[in-house]
């Protein structure tokens, strides 16, 4: 069974990156932070909307020697599911967290916000399906990412997942 189309915006949430080319990165605080979620995570969640149902995902952190977080992950929901991969980084000298995504051909920038030991991308992107938005934390031990899809008949499918590190 493939995902239904309101549930394809997980595959499209700008936070999920596809490998590209970042600028220089520094900021060795910054590289630090991002270095700790290093490892495998493991997240679950329900989606809610007309194709409610419980999704499961994995995501490996690797750190690189420039220091940004490259990662991979793959999330299951029913018979369905999708991989995505790519990085963030810190740009010293625009003093910002930064992720770079392609998402079906267009190229999509996300800062993050770093409050205390969290930072938090947030976007919002329109897609075929409709209106995409989300949030994505590395927050201390814990990764969060809620998203939500209002989809062209108006309807609302949304989710939070919680990952906790393996």
């Known amino acids: 069974m493939r995902l239904p189309p309101s549930l394809k915006v997980l595959a499209l949430v700008p936070v999920f990156f596809a ?6 990165v520094a900021g060795p605080a910054e590289s630090a932070l991002l270095a700790k979620y290093a490892g495998n995570w ?13 999704v499961v995902c994995r995501l490996s952190f690797k750190p690189t020697e420039e220091g940004a977080v490259a990662y991979s992950g ?9 991989s995505f991969r790519g990085a963030m980084a810190y740009d010293d000298a625009k003093k910002r967290f ?8 267009e190229q999509v920038n996300t800062t993050g916000k770093r409050n205390g030991n969290t930072i938090t991308f947030s976007s919002s992107i329109e897609t ?6 989300s949030t994505f934390a590395l927050a201390g031990n814990a990764i969060k990412l809620n ?13 939070a997942i919680n990952f906790s590190k393996q």
Request: with cysteine; net charge positive; proline share 5%.
């Open 19 to 24: 490998p590209l080319s970042l600028p220089a």
């Open 42 to 54: 493991r997240g679950t969640g329900e989606v809610t909307g007309p194709n409610a149902g419980s």
């Open 74 to 82: 793959r999330c299951s929901f029913g018979a369905g599911g999708y």
């Open 98 to 105: 930064f992720s770079q995504s392609s998402v079906q051909g």
């Open 128 to 133: 075929q399906h409709g209106n995409a938005s």
């Open 147 to 159: 998203f939500k899809l209002i989809d062209k008949k108006g309807r609302t499918t949304a989710s």
